[in-house]
């Protein structure tokens, strides 16, 4: 699959990477995340009634304190057919990352999922305490576009924190705890 990276997409990588170089030192510095914990990322979606239900495309992944991103965990969408031409209904992730075997799949029926972030990058270098966002997107044919952003802050602390959505994006409960 031949993509092109667009002008913004451009800008927004080039910005992450000077922001990286500029930090320098002071990142490097900053205490890594505990090994051995995990972030938990529980979701449920709900069909909303009717016939015509097609399972919605979605995409879960890690931003960093700036927005930009760290790590995608899963990228659920119709791999046939015209799947491919409607990626881009999610938009935040599609801004700035292209679908990549390891974590794409195909769409999925309603229920509860859950995803683990093991804290490391995409390279699979651990990364720093601090602050990130977690994002879980939604989009469907004829239905709803749906974006559940959260700030979290990791460090040595574990927590469990549960959001209510008003929408086919039900629920979502974050866990942070040691891998068990």
């Not at 195909?106 to 602050?131: C, F, H, I, M």
């Not at 924190?161 to 979502?172: D, H, N, P, Q, W």
């Given at each position: ?11 927004y ?12 030192r002071?990142?490097a510095q900053?205490?890594k995340l505990p090994?051995?914990m995990?972030?938990n990322?529980?979701f449920?979606i709900?069909?909303p009634?009717?016939?015509?239900y097609?399972?919605?495309y979605?995409a ?7 927005g ?7 990228v659920?969408f ?11 209904e ?6 700035n ?5 390891a974590?794409?799949?195909p769409t999925r029926?309603?229920?509860r999922?859950t ?8 390279k ?7 602050d990130?966002?977690?994002c ?20 040595q ?24």
């Amino acid at each position: 699959m031949k993509h092109r990276i667009s002008r913004r997409s451009f800008i927004y990588r080039a910005t992450g990477l000077a922001l990286s170089l500029w930090a320098g030192r002071s990142l490097a510095q900053a205490p890594k995340l505990p090994a051995g914990m995990k972030l938990n990322i529980a979701f449920e979606i709900v069909a909303p009634g009717g016939f015509r239900y097609r399972p919605p495309y979605v995409a879960v992944w890690i931003e960093n304190a700036q927005g930009l991103p760290l790590r995608t965990l899963a990228v659920w969408f119709e791999q046939s057919g015209k799947g491919l031409r409607w990626l881009n209904e999610l938009k935040r992730w599609y801004r700035n990352n292209e679908p990549t075997e390891a974590v794409s799949g195909p769409t999925r029926l309603p229920g509860r999922y859950t995803l683990s972030w093991d804290g490391k990058d995409e390279k699979g270098n651990l990364v720093a305490q601090g602050d990130y966002y977690v994002c879980v997107e939604m989009a469907r044919e004829h239905g709803p576009y749906e974006l559940f952003r959260e700030k979290v802050t990791l460090a040595q602390t574990p927590f469990k924190r549960s959001y209510s959505v008003a929408s086919e994006l039900k629920e979502v409960t974050l866990s942070y705890d040691k891998q068990g």
